[in-house]
């Protein structure tokens, strides 16, 4: 029975380039579907455009959201990488 | 990677994914390119130009582009992405005379595409993965 988990990220930096690219290695590690909320807009964390396109900037809040057997981890991990600034 | 010439600390991580390669008028806009890449997806991912005609100037190279392709080369295969028209056909000059299922030329916007593969690659996805995430760049709006 795949589960759901979803939790919110306030973004600490732009989802500029290199945070959309961790978000799609992160996310590739699981099996569940992972999906960024960004008000009106939801992109797959298959897709680094899709997320560049979201336009989500700093102190903006996002909601991560996966679907599958992994989800609670994979929410969680791709958290973290929304969270990480380099 | 034996036989393939591979410039030490090119691509340092090496390993099991796609490489990419840039076919450019220009040398600049090659590496500039890759150097975006590398911001967005990291070492991982063998990424290699072909930048300008042989001598630095801007057009195409059929030597550089069969040079870059050899560099690139992993036993995971090759996606050749060239900017526009000539680089395009001289892409597929070299790939009809050589052709390798391992080494796909990719109908993708150049910069969109590039970002799109390279990101993909680097997940370890695999030579069809790759080629198709480049080409549904097209797809992508950017507002």
Redesign the interface.
């Given at each position: 029975m795949p589960e759901s988990s979803e939790t919110t990220v306030v973004l600490p930096a732009h989802l500029h380039?290199?945070p959309?690219?961790q978000v799609?290695?992160t996310a590739?590690?699981f099996t569940s579907t992972v999906e960024i909320v960004y008000g009106a807009k939801t992109a797959n964390a298959?897709?680094?455009?899709?997320l560049l396109?979201l336009g989500a900037t700093a102190g903006e809040t996002v909601t991560v959201r996966a679907t599958g057997d992994d989800a609670p981890q994979a929410v969680s991990a791709v958290a973290t990488a929304l969270q990480t600034t380099e | 990677m034996p036989g393939l010439p591979v410039r030490a600390g090119y691509h340092p991580h090496m390993s099991g994914t796609v490489g990419l390669v840039l076919v450019s008028h220009s040398p600049d806009l090659a590496a500039g390119l890759r150097e975006?890449l590398r911001?967005?997806?990291?070492d991982a991912v063998a990424v290699t130009v072909a930048g300008g005609d042989d001598d630095g100037g801007l057009g195409t190279s059929y030597e550089l582009i069969r040079d870059a392709i050899a560099e690139a080369g992993s036993g995971e295969g090759v996606v050749v992405l060239p900017d526009l028209g000539s680089s395009v056909l001289t892409a597929k000059a070299l790939l009809a005379d050589h052709p390798d299922p391992r080494v796909r030329l990719v109908d993708a916007p150049f910069v969109?595409g590039a970002?799109?593969a390279?990101?993909?690659a680097?997940?370890?996805?695999d030579l069809d993965t790759v080629s198709v995430?480049a080409e549904?760049?097209w797809h992508?709006?950017?507002?």
């Open positions: 380039a290199r959309a690219g799609v290695v590739a590690k298959r897709g680094v455009l899709a396109a | 975006l911001q967005v997806a990291g969109e970002v799109a390279a990101v993909i680097a997940t370890g996805a995430a549904e760049a992508a709006r950017k507002l």
